[in-house]
């Protein structure tokens, strides 16, 4: 039995990388038979494929992976960040520009949520930015309804757990009382589901506007509702720590040489040079007159 790793990467990683799905949803695909390789649909993920494979799901070529790309994507309230949605909502997938390519969020933001949400072509990104580990931040604006002591608000900075639920330590800051509610500054590690709404609820407030303005080193600034902008290249690469694509070797063109025989003279459609060597200055009236030899002066 041969121990040679097969050859290429597994389906569901490609799809997700070529953007058609995360990998857990391409693994989903594959079972739900909507995937073929080379003429055949297959049922399984545990399947490697390269480039010469032809892939082909819900009956559309999947080409190859375009270079991975982010965007910001000031997300409004009511919408759900789903790409289908069994009660019919309406998603942030349907609201996007026309001239978007196929792409995936970053993370989720609840229907009541807004804010910033990172769209992405690359499966592999998505990942990077959504793991744990990674402990990006993601800072959110919070208005409560009320008021909540700075006692219940150390807490959430301790930590805090609820309904068997375990939420890392919150960096919170009380910004000001605006009438009947007040505005929060808080700032996460995980995000987990309807973290901040479940932990302000623990401590006896209810959130009745959450905006999310940073996710790591991506802030929201000044995006308008609804509007999407994307991440320059070097910006991401210099963020994710990703290597710049290969450049392109330019064609280099040989000049044109030719072999002329001992003797031999110019091509007859060759153009004629004159004194400057540019082609074309001769003067009129046929070839330019030999200069006359000069002699020794005599004294």
Sequence with gaps: MSNTPPEGDRIAKVLSRAG??????????ITDGRVSVNGKTITSPALNVTDRDRIVVDGKPVGQPEAARLWLYHKPAGLVTSARDEKDRATVFDNLPGDMPRVMSVG?????????????????????????????LRRYRVR????????????LRKGITVDGVD?????????????????????????????IRRA????????????????????????????VEEVKGRVLREQLGLEAPAP???????????????GAGPAKDAPAKGAAGRPGAARAGGPRPAAPKRGLRKD
Aim: hydrophobic share 35%.
């Design 200 to 227: 302000m609820e623990a401590v006896n407030a209810t959130v009745n506007r959450l905006i999310r303005v940073s996710y790591g080193p991506f802030q929201l600034g000044k995006l308008a509702e609804g509007a």
């Design 144 to 155: 409560i309804n009320g008021s909540v002591s700075e006692a219940r608000l150390d807490e």
């Design 248 to 262: 392109q070797k330019a064609r280099v063109r040989k000049p044109l040489t030719r072999v002329m025989k001992p």
């Design 108 to 136: 989720r933001l609840d229907i009541n949520s807004e804010g910033l949400l990172l769209l992405t072509n690359d499966g592999g990104i998505k990942r990077r930015l959504e793991l744990p580990s990674t402990g990006w």
């Design 167 to 195: 939420y890392q330590p919150m960096l919170v800051t009380f910004d000001r009382q605006q009438g009947a509610n007040a505005w929060l500054t808080i700032s996460i590690r995980e995000g987990k589901n309807r973290e």
């Design 20 to 29: 058609i799905a995360s990998r857990r949803d391409a693994e989903r695909m």
